[in-house]
């Protein structure tokens, strides 16, 4: 059974550091690419970027680049979305998802994590 | 903005069918396969649709999707209350590089 795992919620202060994961199991990790995603309270679905975990191949939306950087470690099955100073703005539900080879769909998503950032 | 535009609502009587649209351009729908999700309150968007109009297994035929040109339908018959929940178009924008969504559409089973 596919399944990817997120970390659990975090409460964070303006500028602090933040790394969220999702861990992969039940498929082969590294042949898949693993998006992010962002849904803002009440708002709808926002696409961040996207890594194959097989050669690290990483691409970001216009809107993120250089905003967030997305990792992953193949050793663990486990990809990564980080932030280097957060602010109150960023706070979201974060989902991850397996994107087909096509990459136009998401088959399987993470159950999210909820990132709160205030002071 | 989202790219992709989607109506903010819908609404059916339960036994009712509704039609979801979801309007793009020749760089996303117009040459990309369509993907829905349907998102139930408090929880992570559920694939629904892949490629236009396949269902993932487990996804009963009262949901199905269709393509034409640059725009994408979802329809869903034999409405029940269960179906109330958010649901979202996507697919890949060879332009820009990256994953599209649609802005959402709310469903309501009066």
């Known amino acids: 059974e596919v399944q990817l795992v997120q970390s659990g919620a975090e409460v964070k202060k303006p500028g602090e550091s933040l790394k969220i994961s999702c861990k992969g199991s039940?498929?082969?990790?590294?042949?898949?690419?693993i998006g992010w995603v962002r849904q803002m309270p009440g708002k709808g679905l926002e696409w961040l970027g996207i890594?194959?975990?097989?050669?690290?191949?990483?691409r970001y939306s216009p809107s993120f680049q250089g905003q967030v950087t997305i990792s992953a470690d193949k050793s663990i099955s486990t990809a990564y979305l980080q932030w280097s100073s957060l602010k109150a703005s960023d706070t979201a539900m974060y989902y991850c998802?397996?994107?087909?080879?096509?990459?136009?769909?998401?088959?399987?998503w993470g159950q999210g994590t909820l990132v709160t950032v205030s002071s | 903005q989202s790219v992709l535009t989607q109506p903010p609502s819908v609404s059916a009587a339960p036994g009712q069918k509704v039609t979801i649209s979801c309007s793009g351009t020749?760089?996303?729908?117009?040459?990309?396969?369509v993907s829905w999700y349907q998102q139930l309150p408090g929880t992570a968007p559920k694939l629904l649709i892949y490629?236009?109009?396949k269902r993932p297994s487990g996804i009963p035929d009262r949901f199905s999707g269709s393509k034409s040109g640059t725009s994408a339908t979802l329809g869903i018959t034999g409405l029940q209350t269960g179906d109330e929940a958010d649901y979202y178009c996507?697919?890949?924008?060879?332009?820009?590089?990256?994953?599209?969504f649609g802005g959402g559409t709310k469903l309501t089973v009066l």
């Open positions: 996507g697919t890949w924008d060879s332009r820009l590089s990256f994953a599209v």
């Open positions: 039940g498929y082969s990790f590294t042949s898949y690419w």
């Open positions: 020749s760089s996303n729908i117009g040459n990309n396969y």
């Open positions: 490629d236009n109009n």
């Open positions: 890594i194959y975990p097989g050669d690290s191949d990483t």
């Open positions: 998802a397996r994107h087909t080879d096509s990459l136009e769909t998401a088959d399987y």
